[in-house]
Structures are given as structure tokens and as C-alpha cells.
């Protein structure tokens, strides 16, 4: 029998080579769809709000492909027709969690409402896999009167659930974990309160609502979002009210940090004062400040704590949009400053002695920060836009959220406003085009910013804008995968449009490559209604897991929603082979001999490759491993010498003088 080898070695290559990479494209290219997708919705009245009725806010993926939900549902909420509560329920929202088999098969849920006609709190906060046999789920909960607690009716809270004599208010905030069968683990309740000048805790009956959120009132432990670390640790980025008012015989009291009514925090963990948190009176802080805190895994131990910002000046308020973590535990958070009316926002950050004591700055319109803080809860970088110049109006950078490759760089989403003849820079990279875009940034593990890719549109393209739906990001075999949302067209790649112009609030799935550039858009075809907010996506093998709200109908595929006038939870399952590997990117076929696609053989090869480009010669070839690295190749003539790549998966970039050439290659041992 002829060996393969010599099969690559002789004529008879050029015609088996084009035939099997054109059989393998037309399988990659069927390879690629919507298998199912899944709705829940109910009575609901809350289209036209992201953060209300029927959505996904959360969810992760478990060894076997299992996808895990948070979300809020309307009342009398289904899914495939199944009730999800027995009870209706006449709050804005309640709270649904649940397991998702690979072939979209509801394996179990559990449901949290209050019953009843006048609205409670209720709200699904956040969501994360402990190790690999559990996950954490956070609920905001109003105990005042009955509540459908996952499984059970509860009529009197005090006796099965916890005493409410012994909380500040009715409201808390349930840390609850589940093994991966839905059975309950843990659970914790926490609350804040806060401390008056002798470090007592403020009773509820004595603080009044005034400006501020119910929040403060109910005294709720206000978690924005949540992370588990390499040790099981909890950790929670909230934001603390500095600012609260109380009621005295004389009327009304301002308790503040700065005329020393206001002392500082207090976590009550299951009804007992647990954690309190003294704040410098000397610090300046927003109306709203940010504040990381890590608790052992059972909420026995305060393990740390800091407030992000120091001498905050300018702003309202500081919101904690997201934040990620990496395998060093660092963590990466989005944060967004809101500034008071034409003033400018300031503030510093406590840092590593070894990039100075503080890193400073300012903006004068809403604008949303990236910055890094070790294990320590020390700050690393911060990574934000600087503006050739800069108009409130139309120039903004808000970053969404951060995920991490396979080499320890990130990825970051980000929404970019601005004018077309304004400069813009990330340390050296320059972002010239104007308007309205979705773009994602590639940091080295430092923090330097490389590259970017965009998605955009003859009007707006952007992340979603609600901070309630956690909008993950995948960053995997050179693809790098997000939703965005757009109105109007959206441009496919870089000079050509698709869908209708005349769309509103559009939605979509975006695939870039490492140095940002587009791969594939697939459009989701929503109907013009509502409040479609893209989600998360998550990624196991070949199956990516699609999660959001959709405000109407839309068409997945050869799958299509129709609209019923309600907005849905949605879950959808798509399915894509090529995750499997590497993206490499297409290479041309020209008339022309430099411009052909490059002929390797062998291929997988061992120690040398030959390669064929007709008459044009090679100046220079590199080798590119998957995670991005790169090294010179020797080469005599066409022969190129392999002997110092370890085996593995590899891009040839080939070097002539008229072209660049890349091409796909197997390293054997």
C-alpha cells in the first residue's frame, strides 16, 4: 500500500488535499445550530423593564453539560407548559431556579414567591458554581407574611424559616446552596445595619426613607454581585449608604461618616450581629460607596473587607456592575459612576506600594471603570478611556464585563460612544470610528491593552444596559463570543450590513478572534416589542448555552418564538462543532500564484514540512501556537524545519513578498 506520506509528497496531494479541506468545510458549515429553545413566561406586565417579568439573570454549566438557571418569573410563569409555582403571585417578580438537561428537559426547579396582593420583595440577585458538586444562589427576601419558599408553603415564617423577631426588618438577603440535585445544603440570612455614633445599630423603626432607595429601609444586605474563590470563599461586591436619616423628638437627623452620627456598618448573619465595619470619618465617600467583603464559606469568618474608592468627590452615586475572577483569585470589576449635575467626578484608589500609593481620575458624565484587585483586595490597574478631548453628550466608555483565555490574558466588553473625529486610547490602542459600538478588548495578565474588535451599526450596538443580567463572555480556541443588542442594521463584518434598518432593539450572537476580528454574526430576529436583553452565553464542548430576556418573539435558526405580547425567560441550546478547536482564519484562493493558498505536506508532519507556493518566494515563516505564542521556523528553500515546535496545533504564517500566507499544521511526536 503507498504510504500517506508519500501520497503528500507527490502530485497526487494537489488533488486530494483541495477535496478533503472543501468536504470538511461543508461538514463545519452544517455544524452549526439552534438544537432548542426554551421560554418561560406568565402574566406579565413588566415587558418594557430589563430588570422585570420573565428573564434568565444567571447561570453556569456543570461537568456534564447541565445548564443551571437564576431568574425572575411572572406570575402563573410556565416553561414547555409545566407551572413552575402553585402559587400566583402579585409582586413584580419571583424568584426561579433550575436545572436544564443537554436535550432542554426541565430535570427540577424551585420557586420562591409571596403570595399575595400587595407587592413584597423579591428578587434574584446572583448565582455561582461551588467546586463541582454545588452552587450558591442569592434571593432578596420580603417576610412579611406567607412565602413560597422552593418547595413549601410557609404561612409562618418565624417557625419554619427563621425568627423574625430577632431581624432588623422583614427584609433580608438568603445566601442558599444547593447540591447539583437541587437539595438545599446552607443557608444563611444576612442584613445591614448601621452603626450611630457609639457603634450601636440604628433600629429600622428609627431611619426614614427620605431620597434614598427602599433599599436602605429595609436594611437588606445590599450584594450587587458574587464570586466564589479557589478556597470555597464568599465574596460579595455591595454598595453601603453613606448617608441616612433618622427620627429624633427634636425631627429629622442626617447621619453621615463626616459629622459623626454615622460610624459605619453592621452584617447580622441569621438574626445575630456578626460583622461590623468602622469607617474613617475622615473619608469622603459617594451617597452609594462600593465595598468588596470575603467571608469564609459558612459566614463564620469576615475575612476581609475595603472600600474600592477613597475621596470620592462629584457623583451621586457608584454602582458595582460586575466583576469576574481569576485562578490567582484577582478580581476584575466594572464599576459605574453616575456624577452630579455638571460637576466632575474624582476619586483615588488604594494600590500596590509598587505602582504608587494611589491611581487618581476623573470624568464628567457616566462612565463605567475597569480595575484589578489581588488576592489581598489590593489595586492592580485601572483601565479606563483617555479622550483627545471630551463632550458629556456623546463620548462615554462602559466597560460590562471581563473573561480570561487560556494564556491568563482577558478579554473585556465594553460600549463605546463617541465622535468620529475625537481621538480615543487604551494605553496605545487607538479607537478611531465614531458612533455607537460593542466592542471587546484583549489585556495581556498585566493589564496593557493589545487589540480590539467591534460590532456595530448605522445607529447604536452595545452590551445590554441592565446590570441585573449578568451578560458572560467566552474566550476560547482563538473565538472570543458575547450577545449584543443593536437597533437598526448591524454590520456582519467590517464593510457590509445586514438585517432590516429599521429594527429596534435587535439581538444577536458575535464571534471575533483574538485580535478582533469578526468570524460570524447570527441574528436572532427579535420582534419589535418590549425589552430584549441579551444574556449570558456559556460554553461546554460544542454546545453554547444561550440565556436573557426577550421582550417579543425572534427566530433561532429554523426555530421560531412567536410573539404573545409577554416577555420570556429565555434558554436556548446552540450547537457549533468548530468550538471544538482552534479558529483559524479562512485564507483566500486567487487566480494568482503569490496569492493561492499554501500547500503543506506532510500534514501532520514530525520534523520538516514542504511547502508549495509556486514561483513566489519565502522571506520569513512563524510558527503560532493556540495560545497565541510565536517563533521563527528556519526554512531552506521551501523545507521548513520543525524540529524545535513540541507537538501540538499550530498556524504557519509564511512570508513572501507580494502576500502573507496562513495555513493550519499538526505537529506529531
Same mark, same amino acid.
Given at each position: 500500500?503507498?504510504?500517506?506520506?508519500?501520497?503528500?509528497?507527490? &502530485?497526487?496531494?494537489?488533488?486530494?488535499?483541495?477535496?478533503? &479541506?472543501?468536504?470538511?468545510? =461543508?461538514?463545519?458549515?452544517?455544524?452549526?445550530?439552534?438544537?432548542?429553545?426554551?421560554?418561560?413566561?406568565? *402574566?406579565?406586565?413588566?415587558?418594557?423593564?430589563?430588570?422585570?417579568?420573565?428573564?434568565?439573570?444567571?447561570?453556569?454549566?456543570?461537568?456534564?453539560?447541565?445548564?443551571?438557571?437564576?431568574?425572575?418569573?411572572?406570575?402563573?410563569?410556565?416553561?414547555?407548559?409545566?407551572?413552575?409555582?402553585?402559587?400566583?403571585?402579585?409582586?413584580?417578580?419571583?424568584?426561579?431556579? $433550575?436545572?436544564?438537561?443537554?436535550?432542554?428537559?426541565?430535570?427540577?426547579?424551585?420557586?420562591?414567591?409571596?403570595?399575595?396582593?400587595?407587592?413584597?420583595?423579591?428578587?434574584?440577585?446572583?448565582?455561582?458554581?461551588?467546586?463541582?458538586?454545588?452552587? !450558591?444562589?442569592?434571593?432578596?427576601?420580603?417576610?412579611?407574611?406567607?412565602?413560597?419558599?422552593?418547595?413549601?408553603?410557609?404561612?409562618?415564617?418565624?417557625?419554619?424559616?427563621?425568627?423574625?423577631?430577632?431581624?432588623?426588618?422583614?427584609?433580608?438577603?438568603?445566601?442558599?446552596?444547593?447540591?447539583?440535585?437541587?437539595?438545599?445544603?446552607?443557608?444563611?440570612?444576612?442584613?445591614?445595619?448601621?452603626?450611630?455614633?457609639?457603634?450601636?445599630?440604628?433600629?429600622?423603626?428609627?431611619?426614614?426613607?427620605?431620597?434614598?432607595?427602599?433599599?436602605?429601609?429595609?436594611?437588606?444586605?445590599?450584594?450587587?454581585?458574587?464570586?466564589?474563590?479557589?478556597?470555597?470563599?464568599?465574596?460579595?461586591?455591595?454598595?453601603?449608604?453613606?448617608?441616612?436619616?433618622?427620627?429624633?423628638?427634636?425631627?429629622?437627623?442626617?447621619?453621615?461618616?463626616?459629622?459623626?452620627?454615622?460610624?459605619?456598618?453592621?452584617?447580622?448573619?441569621?438574626?445575630?450581629?456578626?460583622?461590623?465595619?468602622?469607617?474613617?470619618?475622615?473619608?469622603?465617600?459617594? =451617597?452609594?460607596?462600593?465595598?468588596?467583603?470575603?467571608?469564609?464559606?459558612?459566614?463564620?469568618?469576615?475575612?476581609?473587607?475595603?472600600?474600592?474608592?477613597?475621596?470620592?468627590?462629584?457623583? &451621586?452615586?457608584?454602582?458595582?456592575?460586575?466583576?469576574?475572577?481569576?485562578?490567582?483569585?484577582?478580581?476584575?470589576?466594572? %464599576?459605574?459612576?453616575?456624577?452630579?449635575?455638571?460637576?466632575?467626578?474624582?476619586?483615588?484608589?488604594?494600590?500596590?506600594?509598587?505602582?504608587?500609593?494611589?491611581?487618581?481620575?476623573?470624568?464628567?458624565?457616566?462612565?463605567?471603570?475597569?480595575?484589578?484587585?489581588?488576592?489581598?483586595?489590593?489595586?492592580?490597574?485601572?483601565?479606563?478611556?483617555?479622550?483627545?478631548?471630551?463632550?458629556?453628550?456623546?463620548?462615554?466608555?462602559?466597560?460590562?464585563?471581563?473573561?480570561?483565555?487560556?494564556?491568563?490574558?482577558?478579554?473585556?466588553?465594553?460600549?463605546? =460612544?463617541?465622535?468620529?473625529?475625537?481621538?480615543?486610547?487604551?494605553?496605545?490602542?487607538?479607537?478611531?470610528?465614531?458612533?455607537?459600538?460593542?466592542?471587546?478588548?484583549?489585556?495581556?495578565?498585566?493589564?496593557?491593552?493589545?487589540?480590539?474588535?467591534?460590532?456595530?451599526?448605522?445607529?447604536?450596538?452595545?452590551?445590554?444596559?441592565?446590570?441585573?443580567?449578568?451578560?458572560?463572555?467566552?474566550?476560547?480556541?482563538?473565538?472570543?463570543?458575547?450577545?449584543?443588542?443593536?437597533?437598526?442594521?448591524?454590520?456582519?463584518?467590517?464593510?457590509?450590513?445586514?438585517?432590516?434598518?429599521?429594527?429596534?432593539?435587535?439581538?444577536?450572537?458575535?464571534?471575533?478572534?483574538?485580535?478582533?476580528?469578526?468570524?460570524?454574526?447570527?441574528?436572532?430576529?427579535? !420582534?419589535?416589542?418590549?425589552?430584549?436583553?441579551?444574556?449570558?452565553?456559556?460554553?461546554?464542548?460544542?454546545?453554547?448555552?444561550?440565556?436573557?430576556?426577550?421582550?417579543?418573539?425572534?427566530?433561532?435558526?429554523?426555530?421560531?418564538?412567536?410573539?404573545?405580547?409577554?416577555?420570556?425567560?429565555?434558554?436556548?441550546?446552540?450547537?457549533?462543532?468548530?468550538?471544538?478547536?482552534?479558529?483559524? $482564519?479562512?485564507?483566500?484562493?486567487?487566480?494568482?500564484?503569490?496569492? *493561492?493558498?499554501?500547500?503543506?505536506?506532510?500534514?501532520? %508532519?514530525?520534523?520538516?514540512?514542504?511547502?508549495?507556493?509556486?514561483?513566489?518566494?519565502?522571506?520569513? !515563516?512563524? %510558527?503560532?501556537?493556540?495560545?497565541?505564542?510565536?517563533?521563527?521556523?528556519?526554512?531552506?528553500?521551501?523545507?521548513?524545519?520543525?524540529?524545535?515546535?513540541?507537538?501540538?496545533?499550530?498556524?504557519?504564517?509564511?512570508?513572501?513578498?507580494?502576500?502573507?500566507?496562513?495555513?493550519?499544521? !499538526?505537529?506529531?511526536?
Amino acid at each position: 500500500m503507498e504510504s500517506i506520506f508519500n501520497v503528500f509528497g507527490s &502530485s497526487k496531494a494537489k488533488k486530494i488535499i483541495p477535496i478533503v &479541506s472543501f468536504l470538511l468545510m =461543508l461538514f463545519s458549515a452544517q455544524a452549526q445550530y439552534f438544537e432548542w429553545v426554551h421560554t418561560f413566561f406568565g *402574566r406579565d406586565n413588566n415587558a418594557g423593564y430589563a430588570d422585570l417579568g420573565s428573564n434568565v439573570r444567571n447561570s453556569f454549566i456543570d461537568s456534564e453539560g447541565n445548564c443551571y438557571i437564576l431568574g425572575s418569573m411572572a406570575s402563573e410563569a410556565t416553561y414547555e407548559g409545566e407551572q413552575l409555582a402553585p402559587v400566583s403571585h402579585s409582586s413584580l417578580e419571583g424568584t426561579l431556579i $433550575a436545572k436544564i438537561a443537554p436535550n432542554g428537559e426541565m430535570v427540577w426547579h424551585k420557586a420562591i414567591t409571596c403570595p399575595g396582593q400587595s407587592y413584597r420583595l423579591n428578587t434574584p440577585v446572583d448565582m455561582r458554581p461551588m467546586g463541582d458538586s454545588a452552587f !450558591v444562589c442569592v434571593v432578596y427576601l420580603d417576610l412579611n407574611g406567607p412565602i413560597y419558599y422552593l418547595d413549601t408553603l410557609l404561612e409562618d415564617v418565624s417557625d419554619c424559616l427563621i425568627p423574625t423577631d430577632s431581624l432588623l426588618s422583614t427584609c433580608l438577603t438568603a445566601f442558599i446552596t444547593f447540591d447539583l440535585d437541587g437539595n438545599v445544603l446552607e443557608q444563611h440570612f444576612l442584613q445591614t445595619g448601621y452603626l450611630d455614633a457609639q457603634g450601636q445599630i440604628m433600629t429600622v423603626g428609627m431611619l426614614h426613607n427620605n431620597q434614598f432607595d427602599n433599599i436602605i429601609f429595609n436594611m437588606v444586605f445590599p450584594l450587587k454581585k458574587l464570586q466564589i474563590d479557589n478556597s470555597g470563599n464568599i465574596i460579595s461586591l455591595t454598595n453601603f449608604a453613606t448617608c441616612i436619616y433618622y427620627e429624633t423628638d427634636t425631627g429629622t437627623v442626617e447621619a453621615t461618616f463626616e459629622n459623626g452620627l454615622l460610624s459605619g456598618f453592621c452584617i447580622l448573619v441569621d438574626g445575630h450581629s456578626r460583622f461590623k465595619m468602622h469607617v474613617n470619618p475622615h473619608e469622603k465617600h459617594a =451617597l452609594w460607596t462600593p465595598v468588596v467583603i470575603k467571608f469564609d464559606p459558612h459566614f463564620d469568618s469576615l475575612l476581609a473587607w475595603r472600600h474600592l474608592f477613597e475621596n470620592e468627590r462629584g457623583y &451621586s452615586r457608584v454602582w458595582l456592575y460586575s466583576f469576574n475572577i481569576d485562578e490567582e483569585n484577582s478580581l476584575y470589576i466594572c %464599576a459605574y459612576f453616575d456624577p452630579a449635575v455638571n460637576s466632575v467626578v474624582s476619586f483615588t484608589v488604594a494600590g500596590n506600594p509598587s505602582i504608587g500609593d494611589s491611581v487618581g481620575y476623573d470624568a464628567i458624565d457616566q462612565e463605567i471603570v475597569l480595575l484589578k484587585y489581588d488576592s489581598n483586595l489590593n489595586c492592580q490597574f485601572l483601565k479606563k478611556m483617555e479622550w483627545g478631548e471630551r463632550n458629556r453628550r456623546t463620548q462615554k466608555c462602559l466597560f460590562s464585563n471581563v473573561c480570561f483565555a487560556e494564556d491568563s490574558s482577558f478579554f473585556a466588553t465594553a460600549t463605546i =460612544l463617541k465622535d468620529e473625529h475625537v481621538d480615543a486610547y487604551i494605553d496605545n490602542l487607538h479607537f478611531t470610528d465614531g458612533g455607537c459600538s460593542a466592542a471587546i478588548i484583549h489585556f495581556d495578565k498585566d493589564g496593557t491593552a493589545l487589540s480590539y474588535g467591534k460590532a456595530h451599526s448605522h445607529h447604536d450596538t452595545f452590551f445590554q444596559s441592565s446590570s441585573y443580567l449578568d451578560q458572560s463572555i467566552v474566550a476560547k480556541n482563538n473565538r472570543v463570543i458575547a450577545q449584543v443588542e443593536y437597533v437598526g442594521d448591524i454590520f456582519a463584518n467590517h464593510d457590509s450590513a445586514s438585517v432590516d434598518a429599521s429594527r429596534y432593539n435587535g439581538d444577536g450572537l458575535y464571534q471575533w478572534d483574538y485580535d478582533g476580528n469578526p468570524i460570524s454574526y447570527t441574528d436572532f430576529h427579535t !420582534v419589535n416589542r418590549g425589552i430584549t436583553c441579551p444574556g449570558g452565553v456559556y460554553l461546554h464542548d460544542s454546545i453554547l448555552y444561550v440565556t436573557g430576556k426577550l421582550g417579543g418573539g425572534g427566530t433561532f435558526g429554523d426555530i421560531v418564538i412567536p410573539d404573545n405580547g409577554l416577555s420570556r425567560g429565555l434558554v436556548a441550546k446552540y450547537v457549533d462543532t468548530n468550538f471544538m478547536h482552534p479558529y483559524v $482564519a479562512p485564507v483566500g484562493i486567487a487566480d494568482s500564484p503569490s496569492q *493561492r493558498q499554501p500547500l503543506l505536506y506532510p500534514n501532520p %508532519a514530525r520534523n520538516e514540512v514542504f511547502i508549495d507556493l509556486g514561483p513566489d518566494p519565502i522571506r520569513q !515563516v512563524s %510558527a503560532i501556537n493556540t495560545l497565541g505564542q510565536r517563533q521563527s521556523l528556519p526554512f531552506v528553500a521551501n523545507r521548513i524545519d520543525l524540529s524545535s515546535c513540541r507537538p501540538g496545533i499550530y498556524i504557519l504564517e509564511i512570508k513572501t513578498p507580494s502576500a502573507t500566507h496562513k495555513s493550519k499544521l !499538526v505537529k506529531m511526536k
